[in-house]
Protein backbone atom coordinates (compact mmCIF):
# COMPACT_ATOMS: atom_id res chain seq x y z
CA UNK A 1 0.00 0.00 0.00
CA UNK A 2 1.06 3.42 -1.45
CA UNK A 3 0.69 6.19 1.79
CA UNK A 4 -0.72 8.74 0.84
CA UNK A 5 -3.28 11.46 2.45
CA UNK A 6 -6.37 13.17 0.20
CA UNK A 7 -5.64 16.98 1.75
CA UNK A 8 -7.78 18.19 -1.33
CA UNK A 9 -11.59 18.71 -0.53
CA UNK A 10 -11.88 19.23 3.42
CA UNK A 11 -11.82 23.11 3.10
CA UNK A 12 -14.16 23.05 0.61
CA UNK A 13 -17.24 23.94 2.86
CA UNK A 14 -14.83 26.04 4.74
CA UNK A 15 -13.72 27.95 1.85
CA UNK A 16 -16.21 28.43 -0.67
CA UNK A 17 -16.94 32.33 -1.75
CA UNK A 18 -14.40 33.13 0.59
CA UNK A 19 -12.24 35.93 -1.57
CA UNK A 20 -8.20 35.14 0.21
CA UNK A 21 -8.77 31.55 0.49
CA UNK A 22 -5.42 29.62 0.90
CA UNK A 23 -4.06 27.29 -1.52
CA UNK A 24 -3.50 24.40 0.53
CA UNK A 25 -6.94 22.31 1.71
CA UNK A 26 -7.19 19.83 4.40
CA UNK A 27 -6.62 16.38 5.40
CA UNK A 28 -9.17 13.75 6.32
CA UNK A 29 -8.34 10.32 5.52
CA UNK A 30 -6.09 8.15 3.75
CA UNK A 31 -7.97 8.11 1.04
CA UNK A 32 -5.40 6.18 -1.31
CA UNK A 33 -4.69 3.52 0.91
CA UNK A 34 -2.93 2.64 4.14
CA UNK A 35 -6.33 2.55 6.41
CA UNK A 36 -7.89 -0.85 7.20
CA UNK A 37 -11.09 -0.87 6.38
CA UNK A 38 -11.95 -4.06 8.12
CA UNK A 39 -11.78 -2.57 11.42
CA UNK A 40 -14.05 -0.32 12.12
CA UNK A 41 -12.26 2.80 13.81
CA UNK A 42 -13.73 3.26 17.41
CA UNK A 43 -15.18 6.34 18.19
CA UNK A 44 -13.73 9.23 18.90
CA UNK A 45 -14.59 11.39 22.01
CA UNK A 46 -17.58 14.24 21.04
CA UNK A 47 -14.50 16.94 22.31
CA UNK A 48 -10.83 16.71 22.67
CA UNK A 49 -8.58 18.79 24.78
CA UNK A 50 -5.88 21.37 23.16
CA UNK A 51 -3.27 22.83 24.24
CA UNK A 52 -1.51 25.33 22.79
CA UNK A 53 2.24 25.96 24.28
CA UNK A 54 4.02 29.20 24.28
CA UNK A 55 7.28 28.12 24.13
CA UNK A 56 8.53 31.61 21.39
CA UNK A 57 10.78 33.21 24.07
CA UNK A 58 10.11 36.53 22.22
CA UNK A 59 6.35 36.78 22.53
CA UNK A 60 4.81 36.46 26.02
CA UNK A 61 1.37 35.33 26.01
CA UNK A 62 -1.14 38.44 25.81
CA UNK A 63 0.86 38.92 22.47
CA UNK A 64 -0.47 35.87 21.28
CA UNK A 65 -3.76 35.40 19.24
CA UNK A 66 -5.62 31.90 18.33
CA UNK A 67 -8.29 31.67 15.61
CA UNK A 68 -9.95 28.50 15.40
CA UNK A 69 -11.79 28.29 12.18
CA UNK A 70 -13.28 26.16 9.71
CA UNK A 71 -16.64 24.36 9.11
CA UNK A 72 -19.15 21.79 10.25
CA UNK A 73 -21.62 20.51 7.70
CA UNK A 74 -20.71 22.75 4.57
CA UNK A 75 -21.34 25.94 7.37
CA UNK A 76 -18.56 27.82 8.41
CA UNK A 77 -18.26 28.62 11.72
CA UNK A 78 -15.08 29.50 14.61
CA UNK A 79 -14.42 28.66 17.67
CA UNK A 80 -15.66 30.54 21.08
CA UNK A 81 -12.71 30.93 24.21
CA UNK A 82 -15.69 28.85 25.86
CA UNK A 83 -15.36 25.69 23.27
CA UNK A 84 -18.69 26.73 22.01
CA UNK A 85 -19.05 27.03 17.93
CA UNK A 86 -20.47 29.78 16.45
CA UNK A 87 -21.74 30.39 12.59
CA UNK A 88 -19.61 33.19 10.90
CA UNK A 89 -22.20 36.01 10.80
CA UNK A 90 -21.76 39.29 8.22
CA UNK A 91 -22.84 40.56 11.71
CA UNK A 92 -19.67 39.92 13.26
CA UNK A 93 -17.58 42.66 11.16
CA UNK A 94 -16.85 45.66 13.50
CA UNK A 95 -16.71 49.67 12.55
CA UNK A 96 -12.83 48.57 11.11
CA UNK A 97 -15.01 46.04 8.94
CA UNK A 98 -13.36 42.82 10.10
CA UNK A 99 -14.21 40.71 12.67
CA UNK A 100 -12.29 39.63 16.31
CA UNK A 101 -12.85 36.05 16.55
CA UNK A 102 -9.15 36.03 18.92
CA UNK A 103 -8.81 33.71 21.65
CA UNK A 104 -6.68 35.05 23.87
CA UNK A 105 -4.02 32.75 25.67
CA UNK A 106 -3.74 32.16 29.38
CA UNK A 107 -1.65 34.69 31.57
CA UNK A 108 0.96 32.48 31.46
CA UNK A 109 1.40 28.73 29.91
CA UNK A 110 -0.87 26.63 28.94
CA UNK A 111 -3.69 27.38 27.40
CA UNK A 112 -6.39 24.37 27.30
CA UNK A 113 -9.56 24.38 24.31
CA UNK A 114 -11.96 21.73 23.94
CA UNK A 115 -12.63 21.37 20.14
CA UNK A 116 -15.98 19.92 19.41
CA UNK A 117 -16.12 17.79 15.63
CA UNK A 118 -15.49 19.90 12.78
CA UNK A 119 -12.54 20.35 10.07
CA UNK A 120 -10.14 23.27 10.02
CA UNK A 121 -7.18 25.71 10.90
CA UNK A 122 -5.25 26.87 13.98
CA UNK A 123 -4.09 30.26 13.50
CA UNK A 124 -1.75 31.87 15.29
CA UNK A 125 -0.66 35.55 15.11
CA UNK A 126 1.94 37.23 17.49
CA UNK A 127 2.35 40.92 18.21
CA UNK A 128 -1.28 41.75 16.53
CA UNK A 129 -4.26 40.43 15.98
CA UNK A 130 -5.73 39.30 12.48
CA UNK A 131 -7.95 40.93 10.15
CA UNK A 132 -10.90 38.14 9.07
CA UNK A 133 -13.39 39.49 7.47
CA UNK A 134 -16.67 37.99 6.97
CA UNK A 135 -18.35 37.48 3.53
CA UNK A 136 -20.96 36.59 1.30
CA UNK A 137 -19.83 33.39 -0.92
CA UNK A 138 -21.11 32.81 -4.33
CA UNK A 139 -24.61 31.40 -2.50
CA UNK A 140 -25.16 34.03 0.28
CA UNK A 141 -24.11 32.14 2.33
CA UNK A 142 -21.53 33.69 5.71
CA UNK A 143 -18.26 33.09 4.51
CA UNK A 144 -14.91 34.23 6.17
CA UNK A 145 -11.76 35.93 4.12
CA UNK A 146 -8.97 34.53 4.98
CA UNK A 147 -5.25 35.83 5.45
CA UNK A 148 -3.45 35.92 2.69
CA UNK A 149 -0.01 36.37 3.93
CA UNK A 150 1.74 35.99 0.21
CA UNK A 151 -0.25 39.19 -1.12
CA UNK A 152 1.11 42.50 -0.28
CA UNK A 153 -2.32 44.33 -0.32
CA UNK A 154 -3.84 41.79 2.39
CA UNK A 155 -4.91 43.29 5.55
CA UNK A 156 -2.72 40.72 7.56
CA UNK A 157 0.68 41.05 5.16
CA UNK A 158 2.18 42.67 7.93
CA UNK A 159 1.49 40.38 10.48
CA UNK A 160 3.92 37.51 11.84
CA UNK A 161 1.30 34.36 11.41
CA UNK A 162 0.83 30.90 10.55
CA UNK A 163 -1.47 27.90 10.71
CA UNK A 164 -1.92 24.02 11.55
CA UNK A 165 -4.97 21.96 9.87
CA UNK A 166 -6.85 19.28 11.00
CA UNK A 167 -10.15 17.73 10.78
CA UNK A 168 -11.44 16.29 14.28
CA UNK A 169 -14.89 13.75 13.78
CA UNK A 170 -16.18 10.07 15.06
CA UNK A 171 -13.29 8.70 13.58
CA UNK A 172 -10.50 10.58 15.26
CA UNK A 173 -7.79 13.28 14.63
CA UNK A 174 -6.25 14.06 11.23
CA UNK A 175 -3.75 16.92 11.82
CA UNK A 176 -0.97 18.52 9.82
CA UNK A 177 1.66 21.40 10.11
CA UNK A 178 1.60 23.07 6.28
CA UNK A 179 3.99 25.18 4.92
CA UNK A 180 2.13 24.56 1.24
CA UNK A 181 1.30 28.54 1.38
CA UNK A 182 4.23 30.05 3.39
CA UNK A 183 6.48 29.31 5.82
CA UNK A 184 6.77 31.81 9.25
CA UNK A 185 5.97 31.40 12.51
CA UNK A 186 7.64 27.84 13.80
CA UNK A 187 4.46 25.54 14.66
CA UNK A 188 4.54 21.64 15.98
CA UNK A 189 1.82 19.51 16.58
CA UNK A 190 1.57 16.58 19.16
CA UNK A 191 -1.14 13.96 19.01
CA UNK A 192 -2.08 11.44 21.49
CA UNK A 193 -4.10 8.39 22.23
CA UNK A 194 -3.45 5.44 20.35
CA UNK A 195 0.18 6.45 20.31
CA UNK A 196 2.08 9.69 20.73
CA UNK A 197 3.16 11.33 17.75
CA UNK A 198 4.68 14.77 16.43
CA UNK A 199 4.93 16.50 13.32
CA UNK A 200 6.64 19.80 12.07
CA UNK A 201 8.91 19.57 15.01
CA UNK A 202 12.13 21.66 13.56
CA UNK A 203 15.96 21.03 14.57
CA UNK A 204 17.55 23.93 16.71
CA UNK A 205 17.74 27.19 14.39
CA UNK A 206 15.43 25.70 11.88
CA UNK A 207 13.79 28.60 10.95
CA UNK A 208 16.85 30.61 10.27
CA UNK A 209 17.74 27.91 8.53
CA UNK A 210 15.14 27.42 5.71
CA UNK A 211 15.75 31.55 5.54
CA UNK A 212 19.17 31.22 4.47
CA UNK A 213 18.96 28.27 2.33
CA UNK A 214 16.03 29.45 0.42
CA UNK A 215 17.68 33.22 0.21
CA UNK A 216 21.18 32.04 -0.75
CA UNK A 217 19.36 30.80 -4.14
CA UNK A 218 19.58 33.51 -6.03
CA UNK A 219 16.15 32.47 -8.17
CA UNK A 220 14.82 31.82 -4.94
CA UNK A 221 15.86 34.57 -3.10
CA UNK A 222 13.08 37.10 -3.41
CA UNK A 223 10.73 34.39 -1.84
CA UNK A 224 12.41 35.22 1.21
CA UNK A 225 10.16 38.45 2.60
CA UNK A 226 12.58 39.80 5.39
CA UNK A 227 12.47 37.92 8.63
CA UNK A 228 8.77 37.90 8.12
CA UNK A 229 8.19 34.57 6.27
CA UNK A 230 9.40 32.97 3.30
CA UNK A 231 6.19 32.69 0.55
CA UNK A 232 6.29 29.22 -1.76
CA UNK A 233 7.30 29.56 -5.04
CA UNK A 234 3.90 29.23 -6.15
CA UNK A 235 2.19 32.53 -4.87
CA UNK A 236 5.91 33.71 -6.00
CA UNK A 237 4.92 33.01 -9.49
CA UNK A 238 1.44 34.68 -9.08
CA UNK A 239 3.20 37.42 -7.39
CA UNK A 240 5.82 38.04 -10.35
CA UNK A 241 8.66 37.04 -7.55
CA UNK A 242 9.20 34.06 -9.24
CA UNK A 243 9.76 32.62 -13.14
CA UNK A 244 6.75 31.41 -14.54
CA UNK A 245 9.21 28.99 -16.64
CA UNK A 246 11.12 27.95 -13.74
CA UNK A 247 10.11 24.07 -14.50
CA UNK A 248 9.59 24.22 -18.27
CA UNK A 249 12.54 22.64 -19.72
CA UNK A 250 12.38 19.52 -17.34
CA UNK A 251 9.10 19.36 -18.26
CA UNK A 252 9.47 18.92 -21.86
CA UNK A 253 11.83 16.00 -20.76
CA UNK A 254 9.10 13.98 -19.05
CA UNK A 255 7.14 14.94 -22.01
CA UNK A 256 9.29 14.29 -24.91
CA UNK A 257 8.52 11.68 -27.20
CA UNK A 258 8.81 7.59 -25.48
CA UNK A 259 10.20 9.08 -22.26
CA UNK A 260 8.90 6.16 -20.00
CA UNK A 261 7.68 6.52 -16.53
CA UNK A 262 5.51 3.78 -13.99
CA UNK A 263 3.37 4.63 -11.45
CA UNK A 264 2.33 1.75 -8.33
CA UNK A 265 -1.09 2.92 -6.75
CA UNK A 266 -2.90 0.77 -4.69
CA UNK A 267 -5.46 0.02 -7.73
CA UNK A 268 -2.78 -1.41 -9.73
CA UNK A 269 0.16 -0.69 -11.95
CA UNK A 270 0.16 2.06 -14.69
CA UNK A 271 3.24 1.83 -17.32
CA UNK A 272 3.22 5.88 -18.95
CA UNK A 273 5.22 6.78 -22.12
CA UNK A 274 5.55 10.54 -23.10
CA UNK A 275 3.04 10.22 -26.61
CA UNK A 276 2.00 13.21 -28.77
CA UNK A 277 2.73 16.29 -26.33
CA UNK A 278 0.75 13.46 -23.42
CA UNK A 279 2.05 11.73 -20.75
CA UNK A 280 0.08 8.29 -21.07
CA UNK A 281 -0.43 5.75 -18.48
CA UNK A 282 -1.94 2.06 -19.15
CA UNK A 283 -2.94 0.06 -16.57
CA UNK A 284 -6.30 -0.54 -14.49
CA UNK A 285 -7.36 2.34 -16.60
CA UNK A 286 -5.76 4.52 -19.20
CA UNK A 287 -5.10 8.10 -17.44
CA UNK A 288 -3.52 10.73 -19.75
CA UNK A 289 -1.99 14.18 -18.54
CA UNK A 290 -1.55 17.25 -21.30
CA UNK A 291 1.96 18.83 -20.63
CA UNK A 292 1.53 20.66 -17.42
CA UNK A 293 2.76 24.49 -17.08
CA UNK A 294 5.22 25.10 -13.93
CA UNK A 295 2.59 26.81 -12.11
CA UNK A 296 0.47 23.46 -12.36
CA UNK A 297 3.51 21.91 -10.94
CA UNK A 298 3.84 24.05 -7.96
CA UNK A 299 0.34 24.38 -7.13
CA UNK A 300 -0.14 20.66 -8.17
CA UNK A 301 -3.23 21.68 -10.13
CA UNK A 302 -4.27 22.69 -13.74
CA UNK A 303 -3.36 19.98 -16.00
CA UNK A 304 -2.27 17.78 -12.87
CA UNK A 305 -5.26 17.80 -10.88
CA UNK A 306 -6.05 14.85 -8.97
CA UNK A 307 -10.00 14.02 -8.39
CA UNK A 308 -10.69 11.88 -5.77
CA UNK A 309 -11.78 8.81 -8.57
CA UNK A 310 -9.36 6.04 -7.25
CA UNK A 311 -7.46 5.79 -10.66
CA UNK A 312 -6.59 9.14 -11.64
CA UNK A 313 -6.21 10.95 -8.83
CA UNK A 314 -3.46 8.72 -7.46
CA UNK A 315 -1.89 8.74 -10.53
CA UNK A 316 -1.77 12.73 -10.69
CA UNK A 317 -0.46 12.48 -6.86
CA UNK A 318 2.58 10.65 -7.37
CA UNK A 319 3.45 12.18 -10.44
CA UNK A 320 3.29 15.70 -9.26
CA UNK A 321 5.35 14.55 -6.15
CA UNK A 322 7.93 13.33 -9.02
CA UNK A 323 7.75 16.31 -10.34
CA UNK A 324 8.31 18.61 -7.11
CA UNK A 325 11.45 16.43 -6.05
CA UNK A 326 12.94 15.85 -9.88
CA UNK A 327 12.87 12.33 -9.34
CA UNK A 328 10.75 12.01 -12.92
CA UNK A 329 13.45 11.92 -15.24
CA UNK A 330 15.99 9.93 -12.73
CA UNK A 331 13.80 7.33 -12.04
CA UNK A 332 11.22 5.20 -13.81
CA UNK A 333 9.44 3.80 -11.41
CA UNK A 334 7.48 5.82 -8.98
CA UNK A 335 6.69 6.99 -6.57
CA UNK A 336 10.30 6.86 -5.00
CA UNK A 337 10.80 6.41 -1.35
CA UNK A 338 14.31 6.90 -1.04
CA UNK A 339 14.68 10.66 0.20
CA UNK A 340 18.39 10.85 -0.73
CA UNK A 341 17.24 11.04 -4.11
CA UNK A 342 14.76 13.96 -3.97
CA UNK A 343 15.87 17.93 -4.94
CA UNK A 344 19.00 16.98 -7.28
CA UNK A 345 20.41 19.66 -9.50
CA UNK A 346 20.18 23.36 -9.53
CA UNK A 347 16.46 23.01 -11.05
CA UNK A 348 14.50 21.54 -8.33
CA UNK A 349 12.22 23.06 -5.52
CA UNK A 350 14.52 24.67 -3.39
CA UNK A 351 12.22 25.72 -1.09
CA UNK A 352 10.32 22.32 0.00
CA UNK A 353 14.24 20.94 0.02
CA UNK A 354 15.20 23.20 2.89
CA UNK A 355 11.90 22.95 4.88
CA UNK A 356 12.71 18.99 4.59
CA UNK A 357 16.26 19.53 5.54
CA UNK A 358 15.32 21.75 8.35
CA UNK A 359 12.78 19.02 10.23
CA UNK A 360 14.25 16.56 13.09
CA UNK A 361 12.12 13.56 11.19
CA UNK A 362 13.02 15.44 7.59
CA UNK A 363 8.64 15.65 7.09
CA UNK A 364 7.44 18.61 5.62
CA UNK A 365 4.63 20.22 3.78
CA UNK A 366 6.73 21.94 1.22
CA UNK A 367 3.46 21.40 -1.67
CA UNK A 368 0.07 20.23 -1.84
CA UNK A 369 1.38 16.03 -2.83
CA UNK A 370 4.18 16.21 -0.45
CA UNK A 371 1.86 13.47 1.34
CA UNK A 372 2.83 10.80 -1.31
CA UNK A 373 5.14 8.14 0.27
CA UNK A 374 4.51 9.90 3.35
CA UNK A 375 6.95 12.45 3.65
CA UNK A 376 4.14 15.07 5.02
CA UNK A 377 4.19 16.47 8.30
CA UNK A 378 1.03 14.86 9.04
CA UNK A 379 0.01 12.63 11.95
CA UNK A 380 -3.36 10.65 12.70
CA UNK A 381 -5.40 8.73 15.61
CA UNK A 382 -8.90 7.20 15.67
CA UNK A 383 -8.44 7.81 19.84
CA UNK A 384 -6.94 10.45 20.51
CA UNK A 385 -6.80 11.92 24.14
CA UNK A 386 -5.32 15.49 23.76
CA UNK A 387 -3.69 18.00 21.13
CA UNK A 388 -0.88 19.92 21.65
CA UNK A 389 -0.02 22.97 19.12
CA UNK A 390 3.86 24.70 20.03
CA UNK A 391 4.77 27.87 18.74
CA UNK A 392 8.05 26.50 19.18
CA UNK A 393 11.68 29.46 19.47
CA UNK A 394 12.69 31.58 16.89
Known amino acids: MIPMVNRRNLLKGAAAGAIAVPAAGLLATRAFGGTDTAVAPPSAAATLPVHIVNNTGEWANSSVYLYVVGNVDGRQVRLTPDGALAPISLDDNGPDGFTDYAIPLAGSGTTTLHLPYMSGRIYTALGAKLKFKAVADGNGAPALAY ?103 YIDRIWGEGHQLNVRTNEGYFTGRGSG ?118
Open 277 to 394: GRLVFNGPAEVAFDRPTTRDVLFCDGALHAPNDGMRGPVAAILGAALNRTTAHSHIEQPVTDAAAFYQGDVTHHYAKALHAAMEDGRAYGFAFDDVADFASYIQDHAPQQFTLTLSPF
Open 147 to 249: PAGWVPTDPNYDVLHDCAEFTYNADGMFCNVTMVDMFSVPLDVRLQGTADQTAGVLKPGGRQQIFTEVGRNDTYAPLVIGDRRVLAPSHGLDAGLFPSGYFDA
